[in-house]
């Protein structure tokens, strides 16, 4: 059974650091894409950022490139995210996906954690 | 990148057919058949309905569907049920290799 289980979520203040993480299980991890989508309160669905299977190709939404890092350890089966320069607006639950292909971004989404919450504000 | 439109809510009583529309661009939904569907009940993660325009993941029941005509992608559910009610998203991968959801669009089962 694929599980996905995000941590590392919290309140932080604006220009503040966190790192999320999401620990992978019920698959070969380093044989899929792995993403980010955030989900801010009563709103929509965003994409975040995408890694592909080896961890060689990240791709990232305009909203946090330059500010937020995707990487995976593929011997902890573990997805990870650090947010820096953090704003008001980066505010929402992070879920981690795991991609149905090996690319990432070009790969549906076909399961999902039940997502962390991260909180910035002053 | 603007998100694709969706209309925000739909409706339509047990047994009856509702469609569900979203539109963009020649740069995501009219250049790739990377669009996907996904359902998110109330207090729950998202689960994919649909991938690449009109394909169902083992489990999803046949009820469910999807098309697409030039910039606009479509998921149709037929003979509706009370538990189809929730919110529904597309997304589509774009040409600057990014991806986009819908603003998302809320069904009610009257």
């Known amino acids: 059974e694929v599980q996905l289980l995000e941590s590392g979520g919290g309140l932080v203040q604006p220009g503040g650091s966190l790192r999320l993480s999401c620990a992978a299980s019920?698959?070969?991890?380093?044989?899929?894409?792995m993403s980010w989508v955030r989900q801010a309160p009563g709103r929509g669905l965003e994409w975040v950022s995408s890694?592909?299977?080896?961890?060689?190709?990240?791709y990232y939404a305009d909203s946090v490139k330059g500010r937020f890092t995707i990487s995976r350890d593929i011997s902890k089966n573990t997805l990870y995210v650090q947010m820096n320069s953090l704003r008001v607006e980066d505010t929402a639950l992070y879920y981690c996906?795991?991609?149905?292909?090996?690319?990432?971004?070009?790969?549906?989404?076909?399961?999902w954690g039940q997502g962390t919450l991260v909180t910035v504000s002053s | 990148q603007s998100a694709l439109t969706q209309p925000p809510s739909v409706s339509g009583s047990p047994g009856q057919s509702v469609t569900i529309s979203c539109t963009g661009t020649?740069?995501?939904?009219?250049?790739?058949?990377?669009v996907s569907w996904y359902q998110q009940p109330p207090g729950t993660a998202p689960k994919l309905m649909i991938y690449?325009?009109?394909n169902r993941p083992s489990g999803v029941p046949d009820r469910f569907s999807g098309s697409k005509s030039g910039n606009t992608a479509s998921l149709t559910i037929s003979g509706l049920q009370a538990e189809d009610e929730a919110d529904y998203y597309c997304?589509?991968?774009?040409?600057?290799?990014?991806?986009?959801f819908g603003g998302g669009t809320k069904l009610t089962v009257l």
């Open positions: 020649s740069s995501d939904v009219g250049s790739y058949n990377r």
């Open positions: 690449e325009v009109s």
């Open positions: 996906a795991k991609n149905l292909g090996v690319r990432g971004v070009k790969d549906p989404f076909d399961y």
């Open positions: 019920g698959f070969t991890f380093s044989a899929y894409g």
């Open positions: 997304s589509s991968y774009t040409s600057s290799s990014t991806l986009i």
């Open positions: 890694s592909s299977s080896s961890g060689a190709t990240t």
